[in-house]
Every structure is written in C-alpha cells, then in structure tokens.
C-alpha cells in the first residue's frame, strides 16, 4: 500500500480482556517495528521484526505482550489481561533498509484506552 | 530505553520566526533523525544525517550533528502555524532500532 496501515485507530477496553492490534506495512518493507508511546512520552520500543529472522523482543514490558507477523507482511501485536497502565498509542512503522538508515515510515497508530 | 533528550520541552514562537531545539545523546551513533507528529499519531520523518556529516539542508530545516558533544540542533527557518507539532529526535546505534527523545513541543502563533 501506499503506507503503513494500521487498526483499530482506536481500542477501547475493559481491564483483564486480551486486545490484538494490527499493522500492514508499506509492501516490499522488510523491516516492521512496534513502538508505545505513552502520554506526552517518547516512543518505547517494543519489538522488531526482520524478513524470516528471529524477531526482536528485547523491548516487550511483559509476557502478557506477544506479536507475529505472518509471511513478511501484516503484523499483530497482541495483549493478553489488559491492565490500565497498558493505555498507550501503539505505533507501527516499517523500513526498507535493514537499520532504518533511509528513515521509518510510521502508521497513525492505535490508541488503546483500558477502563 | 530513551537515549536522546530533547531541549526544549516546549517552544513558542511568532510566525516567521525561526525554531531551534536541540537534542543530545549518551552513546555512538550512525545516524540521527529527527521527525515530526502532530496530534499525537503517525510520526513523519523529517531529516536524517550520518555521523560522519556536520550539517544537512532539507527546504526550510537545517540540522547539525556534533559527534564529540553528542549533540545535534534542529533550526526551522520562517516558521509557519502547520510547523506546529512535536519533534523527535532518534538515535541509530547500530542495532536496527532506533531510540526517541520525549520530544520538543512547538506552537507557532499566527
């Protein structure tokens, strides 16, 4: 697509409940990453996926936070027992060069708000 | 974890005045960049320079990198109300991911 794509743009939902959140990156991308942006925060990396390799989960806070990204392409990041601390923008982006040395290009996000 | 830092936190200007906010950072790099978000989504990327140049034009943006201070500045020249935004600057250490600032806040007043 023309950009990174990514849905819900907004989540609501109640504490304790699993969310998955969905990004589809610019086609012929190898490189997607995950960040969190919290309140008026930078970005926290989250998690880093390259062609077939192993994906980075350096950055993943918990083990309620798990993502896949299936053939190359679209990416789920999914919390499971959502808590309130979990409330964020979700930020996916994408880049053609493996460090992201041409820039990332970044989705619009999803905003999760736990209740 | 957060390498650069932004300065300042926030910066309020006049139309047709020029921006300069500035960032540092704690460990090598191989490039910095700096981006854009407005209204707290997407982020857009603005610029980037290697850690073996000192200075890069884009249009109306000028960055500076100085490596043996671990510092780079951002000048937007004849700010505009649509500059109005958040930048980031972002670290490339090397290791495929990069490290955000909290960011610098810029309102630019008609």
């Known amino acids: 697509g023309a950009g990174v794509s990514q849905s819900p743009s907004n989540k609501v939902t109640e504490k304790g409940k699993d969310v998955e959140l969905r990004c589809d990156p610019i086609?012929?991308?190898?490189?997607l990453y995950w960040y969190r942006q919290s309140l008026g925060q930078g970005l926290e990396f989250l998690i880093y996926f390259q062609g077939n390799s192993a994906p980075d989960k350096s950055g993943l806070p918990s083990d309620r936070f798990s993502a896949e990204r299936t053939g190359g392409s679209v990416s789920t990041l999914t919390i499971q027992r959502t808590q309130q601390e979990d409330s964020a923008v979700y930020l996916c982006?994408?880049?053609?060069?493996?460090?992201?040395?041409?820039?990332?290009?970044f989705g619009s996000g999803t905003r999760l708000t736990v209740v | 974890s957060q390498q650069g830092e932004e300065d300042p936190q926030a910066l309020s200007i006049q139309e047709g005045e020029n921006a300069t906010m500035n960032c540092s950072y704690k460990?090598?790099?191989?490039?910095l960049q700096w981006y854009r978000q407005n209204s707290g989504r997407g982020l857009v990327h603005l610029i980037l320079i290697r850690s073996n140049e000192r200075e890069k034009h884009s249009g109306r943006l000028r960055v500076t990198l100085d490596t043996s201070k671990k510092s780079s500045s951002l000048l937007i020249t004849a700010s505009r109300a649509a500059d109005t935004a958040s930048y980031f600057c972002a670290t490339d250490e090397g290791d495929y991911k990069l490290s955000f600032g909290a960011g610098t806040t810029v309102t630019v007043r008609a």
């Open positions: 982006a994408s880049s053609l060069v493996l460090t992201g040395r041409d820039g990332y290009t």
């Open positions: 086609s012929g991308h190898t490189a």
């Open positions: 460990t090598s790099i191989n490039n």
